[in-house]
């Protein structure tokens, strides 16, 4: 039986400690904005997911938990199911936010002054993983051809140099929206092998695809 959602129930969310709407109208200075730049949704959750949360709030004891042996299986069920991809349970490590995990392998693969490659236009905290550890920022701008972006492999050829430790690969791409081909992809993994760069993907939008 399907399920039917109401996507048209307007949620006042503001004075919730909102980063979509409290933190951007802190950030301006008003509120009379529509802000699109948080991936957020206004819409409720599903039915089932609020109904766990009430059994757990009427346990009536908020302490502190652990990650379950589900959430690992539910991921590895995932991966399996969309890209049939058998994930070893050690390969996944819980992270809260991309913004997060980024600057975290920033920080751990590479050193201050390093070179790290991005695409540009980039979205902010991918950037910020790179200046607010120190490192240095590699753009490489992304090619308009017609009406959609491409990368400039000559481009990131010429920039790359022996201070280059990492690159920062975003798919699909944000903010263009741009789903990279598997040819892309490959071009890119390659050029990644031949000067032996860190490979970090942020395909937290790629179910999408």
Request: some cysteine; glycine content about 6%.
């Amino acid at each position: 039986m399907a399920v039917q959602y109401d996507f048209d129930v307007r949620v006042d969310r503001r004075n919730t400690n909102c980063g979509r709407w409290d933190t951007m109208d802190k950030k301006y200075g008003t509120n009379d904005m529509i802000h699109l730049g948080v991936a957020d949704m206004d819409f409720r959750a599903p039915e089932v997911i609020r109904d766990s949360l009430h059994d757990i709030l009427d346990m009536g004891v908020l302490g502190y938990t652990d990650l379950s042996d589900k959430f690992f299986t539910s991921i590895r069920r995932w991966y399996k199911k969309q890209y049939d991809m058998d994930i070893p349970v050690e390969w996944i490590v819980f992270c809260p936010r991309i913004n997060v995990s980024s600057s975290v392998c920033v920080e751990a693969c590479t050193e201050k002054g390093d070179g790290i490659m991005i695409h540009t236009p980039a979205y902010g905290p991918l950037q910020n993983a790179i200046l607010k550890n120190g490192r240095t920022m590699l753009e490489s701008p992304l090619k308009l051809n017609g009406e959609r972006y491409e990368m400039d492999f000559a481009q990131m050829e010429a920039a790359v140099d022996e201070r280059t430790r990492m690159m920062i690969m975003c798919n699909p791409h944000n903010p263009t929206g741009r789903a990279w081909s598997m040819e892309e992809m490959q071009q890119t993994a390659e050029f990644c092998k031949n000067h032996d760069l860190i490979l970090f993907t942020d395909e937290i939008h790629g179910d999408l695809t």
